[in-house]
């Protein structure tokens, strides 16, 4: 017994550290800490409809944010902290800047952003960006995480590149290793383009084809007669597809010279979620979801919630409300953030990007979850998407 | 092969002739039923309806009733323990899924993951008499032998409440590795051990204290982290071995209780969850979710000796001397 307790001593002794990191307050702590987060974004344009089927949905990332702040403070209400939201949404006509420097001002150094890649980067080069923490809850460029990169913005989205080699690595899988890519003409899609071209050389794969998308936008006309012509090419395994704002990519699949699968940003496509999603709790958080906002979760619900998530784990864990103590813990090794995906989620200390698997998905069943199965990294398969460290071209000095 | 058959035929004798005769509850979430197993002759009794999703199931102490948490009828079913005839309801709440008793017999707490609760009820007076606010999604719950504690786990939220069964109220909280699934004390109720879903460990937290004195990490060679997802948890009434059920990772992990050294790694059938020991904690039952059976593991040769097909989605295991 005397020999138990004993090495029970020690083990308290060694796990001391442990310990004082885990210990929190007793519950219903009188003085309450208080963390302050603002929610930026402003107002979209309605685009032109194109399919019925997709009702637009104005107010991405709101729900997100707003369920993130609810659980944050249903886990204050035992640590003694309490999560204030406070919600910024610019109107179209309006000048985000100016919100960002007046309205925000310096009682909130964390914010969310829910924002073009183009405002994103406005935003975080301001004067008055620069002691605060950005939370990019939407973008998808690789550029913000490279040469544009900034050491005051995290992003929770997976970026184009990790899209991309999620993709490669399940053709990879499958052996279609001739690919078709068709490009739309937005510069998102030349982008995208550009993030698939990186991953097929990254992963051995071919693009035997290359074709930019320069017929009609009306699927009568398109669906019909312009694909069976425009996939006329050499023999290739897979047609992938770069267009994101999804104008003519549903139009390929079963209408193409040959029959081939179609992946890339329709049919087959990678995401960070999806309503299909159900493992790992994952339907829970849709259930919990749907029933407060009376929708399925956007990405940017997504992106939203895990900043505000990120958030309220590292003060919650730190005890904390000091943003240098926080931004030190996201970056440390002991940060762990849930996100339903089956593994420990954290930020990349070289770019700022949040390291999580990618749902590869077809429209009504999620086909698989990349990393694939057998491709290895020496720290964490989930740096196999995306700029790895060495590749990375951020230099947080700017 | 003709040694390995008189060897299966020894041990079989020699496990018959030695056990009590057992019978091991297990319900079927996707058969929405409750199979009634022979584990010492590795046979399946019978398979009786149950009600939509079952999944959390336990004995009464006297070993008379069964209680079932059905989850998408939002009840608790109280089963005879013979006759398997249904004969009460409990106020659960919605979705039930975990529950715990306490060792008198006569509370249940149940965890309401969508609500954030956890439910107290009165089973005699089949009444719900309280309801606690808890942290995000609570699954794994357990009483302290000496009916001290009640313990709910948030898995978003990332603690263990401790509830004083008395007040019915929280009293203390403690962090821990991310999505803690399920719970087991030491029979002393000097130790609570905790799973975590997504670290991929198992806390152990002193009762006296409320903190973590030692993080086992499972890493069981060949498989990938990512499906090592420590599930159910008990620890022997010695407080000599605790075993955990890993998941996808189709084992169970032994562990000194003393040293907290993890001794091996069992194969049982695929995505493993819970854990029962017979009643005389020489054997220990898994179920298997995918692989739609459970996995007998006798606990004197540490090794797993029969498995045996059940039904779909082998859930919870609850086991009647």
């Known amino acids: 017994m005397m020999q138990g307790i004993s090495s029970l001593t020690q083990l308290a002794i060694s796990f001391l550290s442990v310990i004082q990191l885990l210990a929190i307050t007793p519950t219903y702590a009188d003085a309450k800490q208080i963390i302050t987060i603002a929610y930026l974004s402003q107002e979209l344009k309605i685009p032109p ?12 990332g709101v729900p997100g944010a707003q369920l993130a702040i609810d659980d944050n403070n249903t886990t204050g209400q035992f640590t003694g902290q309490q999560f204030v939201l406070k919600k910024f949404i610019v109107p179209l006509d309006g000048n985000v800047a100016d919100t960002f420097n007046k309205a925000i001002g310096e009682q ?11 405002l994103t980067q406005t935003i975080a080069d301001l004067p008055a960006a620069k002691t605060k923490l950005l939370f990019d809850a939407a973008t998808v460029d690789d550029a913000l995480r490279n040469e544009n990169c900034r050491n005051n913005v995290l992003h929770l989205l997976p970026s184009r590149a990790m899209r991309a080699d999620a993709l490669a690595q399940y053709m990879m899988k499958k052996r279609w290793n001739k690919w078709f890519l068709v490009i739309g003409a937005n510069e998102e899609d030349r982008l995208f383009a550009e993030a698939l071209r990186r991953a097929a050389k990254r992963f051995g794969m071919k693009i035997v084809e290359e074709k930019t998308w320069e017929h009609t936008y009306d699927a009568r006309r398109t669906a019909q007669s312009d694909v069976a012509v425009f996939t006329q090419v050499d023999d290739y395994d897979v047609l992938v597809v770069a267009d994101e704002q999804g104008q003519f990519g549903e139009y390929l699949e079963y209408r193409t010279w040959n029959a081939r699968p179609v992946i890339g940003t329709q049919g087959l496509a990678a995401t960070a979620w999806h309503p299909t999603h159900e493992q790992w709790g994952a339907v829970q958080m849709q259930n919990r979801f749907k ?3 009376g929708r399925w979760m956007e990405e940017q619900d997504y992106g939203a919630y895990l900043a505000i998530r990120a958030i309220g784990e590292a003060a919650t864990r730190t005890q904390s409300n000091d943003i240098n103590t926080l931004k030190n813990y996201l970056f440390s090794e002991a940060f762990a953030l849930q996100g339903y995906k089956g593994t420990p989620l954290s930020f990349r200390p070289w770019d700022g990007q949040l390291r999580q698997p990618l749902l590869l998905a077809a429209p009504r069943s999620l086909v698989a979850v990349a990393p694939i199965d057998g491709f290895l990294h020496p720290k964490t398969e989930l740096d196999t998407l995306g700029f790895d460290q060495p590749e990375s071209t951020c230099k947080w000095s700017k | 092969m003709m040694k390995k058959n008189i060897l299966a035929l020894l041990l079989t004798t020699a496990l018959s002739g030695g056990a009590q005769a057992e019978t091991v509850f297990v319900t079927l979430e996707k058969d929405n039923a409750l199979a009634v197993v022979d584990p010492i002759a590795a046979q399946l009794i019978k398979t009786v309806d149950i009600g939509s999703r079952p999944r959390g199931i336990a004995i009464s102490p006297d070993h008379k009733f069964l209680y079932v948490a059905v989850s998408d009828e939002n009840t608790i079913k109280i089963i005879d323990a013979e006759t398997l005839k249904e004969v009460g309801k409990l106020p659960s709440g919605d979705d039930p899924e975990t529950f715990a008793l306490n060792p008198a017999g006569d509370r249940l707490y149940v965890s309401n993951e969508d609500d954030s609760l956890v439910t107290v009820i009165d089973i005699n007076n089949k009444k719900a008499i309280k309801q606690i606010k808890v942290g995000v999604e609570p699954e794994g719950i357990a009483v302290s032998p000496d009916n001290q504690w009640v313990v709910s786990a948030s898995e978003t939220t990332n603690m263990v409440h401790w509830i004083d069964t008395k007040a019915n109220a929280i009293v203390d909280n403690t962090l821990v590795d991310p999505r803690p699934r399920a719970l087991g004390f ?9 799973t975590s879903e997504m670290a991929g460990t198992l806390m152990i937290i002193d009762v ?8 086992v990490k499972f890493d069981v060679q060949g498989v990938t982290a990512d499906k090592i997802q420590p599930v159910g948890v008990v620890i022997d009434k010695e407080r000599k071995r605790g075993y955990v059920a890993l998941g996808p990772a189709n084992r169970v992990a032994v562990i000194n209780a003393e040293t907290f050294a993890v001794e091996k790694y069992l194969l049982v059938g695929q995505r493993v969850w819970n854990l029962a020991f017979s009643p005389d904690q020489k054997r220990l039952y898994t179920t298997n979710g995918t692989s739609n059976d459970i996995s007998l593991i006798d606990l004197d040769s540490q090794a797993v000796t029969k498995s045996m097909g059940v039904g779909t989605y082998p859930w919870g295991v609850a086991v009647k001397p």
Do not use: C, G, H, M
Not at chain 1, 51 to 59: A, G
Not at chain 1, 108 to 118: D, H, I
């Open chain 1, 49 to 60: 409809p194109l399919s019925n089927l997709d009702v637009f949905i104005k107010d991405k």
């Open chain 1, 108 to 118: 909130y150094p964390y914010v969310v952003v829910n924002l073009s890649a183009e």
């Open chain 1, 291 to 293: 029933e407060q906002a």
């Open chain 2, 186 to 194: 030491t029979a002393d109720s000097q130790q609570l051990w905790v």
């Open chain 2, 208 to 215: 006296k204290t409320r903190q973590i004195i030692k993080t």
